[in-house]
């Protein structure tokens, strides 16, 4: 028995101090929180293979609907707010697709299912997503306009100068443009404008849950 104990605090002496309060904590749990714990990593290894495809959002609510059935219908909204990490201002529209599908297939398990207000919600994050895109493309391309005219024109000069180097106009208009001053002070703006409304959205994406 002694032997037993100072082999336990021999080990609790080589831990840090913050592992040392896990451990202590760890300890504390009641058998409930040990099984949330359990089944929240359990959550998340499911969600994970949701997201390679191993899932389909039918196969995630049947999943749900059986850990509603016993008990622990508190894991919706936590799988809910799981996937919502998911979704990001800058991702592809199948990226978006995933998370979208996976919230509104799990309210439809709740006895007071708010369906048309998420789904309402998903929208509008769907169409800041795109006008962030397309308005940051349209003001690149304009950019990308003036950038190439200045571009040829140096290649023009270059050629006039008997100067036989060839021009990669394409890549040069890019990195032009991109380096820009004028972009550089519009996508900062750009960025900073659309995610704070983009984090504004999901914050009452996630209320609602």
Excluded at 72 to 100: C, H, M, W
Aim: aromatic share 6%.
């Amino acid at each position: 028995m002694r032997g037993k104990d100072s082999c336990r605090k021999g080990v609790t002496m080589e831990l840090s101090p913050l592992a040392r309060q896990k451990l202590e904590q760890a300890g504390e749990l009641t058998p409930e929180e040990k099984e949330r714990y359990k089944r929240s990593r359990q959550l998340s290894s499911t969600l994970a293979e949701y997201f390679s495809g191993k899932h389909s959002p039918e196969a995630l609510w049947q999943m749900m609907k059986e850990n509603k059935e016993a008990g622990k219908g508190y894991f919706i909204v936590e799988a809910q707010n799981k996937l919502a990490d998911a979704i990001t201002l800058t991702g592809s529209s199948n990226d978006f697709e995933l998370p979208r599908r996976g919230i509104l297939a799990l309210e439809t398990l709740k006895d007071d299912s708010k369906y048309s207000s998420l789904e309402a919600m998903l929208a509008n994050i769907e169409k800041l997503k795109h006008d962030y895109q397309s308005i940051m493309e349209s003001n690149l391309d304009t950019i990308r306009q003036r950038a190439k005219t200045q571009v040829e024109a140096a290649a023009a000069q270059m050629a006039r100068q008997g100067q036989g180097r060839t021009v990669d106009l394409e890549g040069s208009v890019e990195a032009s443009a991109k380096s820009s001053p004028e972009w550089m002070r519009f996508i900062i703006n750009h960025d900073l404008v659309f995610n704070q409304k983009f984090e504004e959205s999901l914050a009452k994406l996630r209320a609602e849950f």
